[in-house]
């Protein structure tokens, strides 16, 4: 074999091999679930934060925004899976093993971070922990903005544009608006998901 055709060969695999991995992480409709789950989050935690005073609301919406998020990764999972099934795709790869890795640090550093702040105020009651707190919804904004941008590498451009808006976002967020983080999070992890999940099930369906 010449080597101008194991080029072309090898060009063939790469693609075939990208292909799957591109448009499986694409769903379209997991993003707008995503985002309606958010909504709930947000109006759920401003019910609780009105009804319950400060300690007791914190316990409660951190239930919220747990449920939120397993109820998120549940549904991108899921309809991930059935896309995968339909292109023939087995359920564990080695290079999902990279994409969990490369959402891992982000994804533990702002929880992290969260865990510590109101950590802080719920134990000791400083007013600075409080004051920390307040921009929870900019360090997860952030966090998860630096998470879809690395992912990107193995997604196609809208992930990668996703996640620069949240990063904006969360930087806005941090300057501007830190006294209304229902807003801020509403906007962002309900809005922002919704219109991209409309964005790719209309060019990727799904």
Same mark, same amino acid.
């Given at each position: 074999?010449?080597? $101008?055709?194991?080029?072309?060969? @090898? ?30 989050? =947000? ?5 609780? %934060? ?27 999972? =899921? ?7 339909? $292109? ?43 004051? $920390?707190?307040? @921009?929870?919804?900019?360090? %997860? ?8 941008? $690395? ?28 006294? %209304?983080?229902?807003?801020? @999070? ?21």
């Amino acid at each position: 074999m010449n080597p $101008q055709k194991a080029a072309e060969n @090898l060009e063939v695999i790469r693609k075939l091999m990208e292909r799957p991995i591109r448009f499986s992480t694409m769903s379209g409709l997991s993003a707008i679930l995503a985002g309606a789950a958010a909504l709930a989050g =947000v109006l759920l935690d401003a019910h609780f %934060w009105r009804r319950y005073d400060a300690r007791t609301a914190i316990c409660v919406n951190v239930a919220v925004w747990a449920g939120v998020l397993a109820a998120a990764l549940a549904g991108v999972l =899921v309809l991930t899976r059935l896309r995968e099934r339909r $292109q023939g795709m087995p359920p564990w790869s080695a290079l999902k093993m990279r994409i969990l890795l490369t959402m891992l640090g982000p994804f533990v550093a702002g929880a992290g971070l969260t865990v510590v702040i109101v950590g802080r105020w719920y134990l000791t009651g400083a007013t600075d922990a409080w004051d $920390q707190g307040l @921009l929870i919804p900019a360090i %997860w904004m952030l966090f998860y903005g630096v998470c879809l941008w $690395q992912l990107g590498a193995f997604s196609p451009p809208e992930v990668r544009g996703l996640g620069a808006a949240f990063v904006l976002a969360g930087l806005a967020a941090a300057v501007f608006c830190p006294y %209304w983080p229902h807003v801020s @999070l509403g906007v962002t992890f309900g809005g922002f998901h919704i219109l991209y999940g409309v964005i790719v099930y209309a060019k990727y369906g799904g």
